[in-house]
């Protein structure tokens, strides 16, 4: 079992057969509300540069730290499978490969809010199985939940605010975000932009 996940240089890395363009990621950052609040150089540097996710899954002890995206190479087909086993159901150890757009936020919640530390991953994909189970105990798991398309995480800042990281995943205009003060973590996916909590 893979404990921690160490960087490698992107040039050793394949890259993947589809890799959406830098510009494509350049329109959905400017056009974002969080990243027009970015000084001009901040947003160069985050479209322009390697994207890396940094993460601890609290559930498995693991921790990755990878980059998983490049302007020369796109999406990385070794780190997205790295990532996505990383995100695996612990429950059961079944993975699916990860929508890379939901990646993405998690980088952009890395370089808005200057998180140069683990982010926790509470929960990423969920099989059919873990997820009925879960909504059978909780009024709060959703029956067709986008954990279990591997679209959706769950997410915390150790030693910081809740109430900070749901604004600043709201402020993205990216998907569903849900807020779980209660619980300490807020919900991210790459469905419809919706909001909740």
Known sequence: MRKNIALQPASTLEKTSSTPTRRGF???????VGFTALAPDLLKAAVARERYLYF???????TVRRVYWTPR???IRESMSEISWALRDYHNDQFKAFDPSVLDQ??????QMGLWQPVNVISGYRS???NWALSERSRGVARNSFHMQA???DVRLPGGRVS??????RALGAGGVGYYPGSNFVHIDSGPVRYWG
Do not use: C, F
């Not at 998690?106 to 370089?111: E, H, S």
């Open 26 to 32: 350049l329109k959905w950052a400017a056009g974002s």
């Open 73 to 75: 190479d796109g999406y």
């Open 106 to 111: 998690l980088y952009a919640l890395q370089v």
């Open 151 to 153: 679209m959706a995480m």
């Open 164 to 169: 900070d990281l749901y604004r600043a995943a």
């Open 56 to 62: 601890h899954n609290p559930n498995t002890n693991e």
């Open 128 to 130: 059919p199985a873990t």
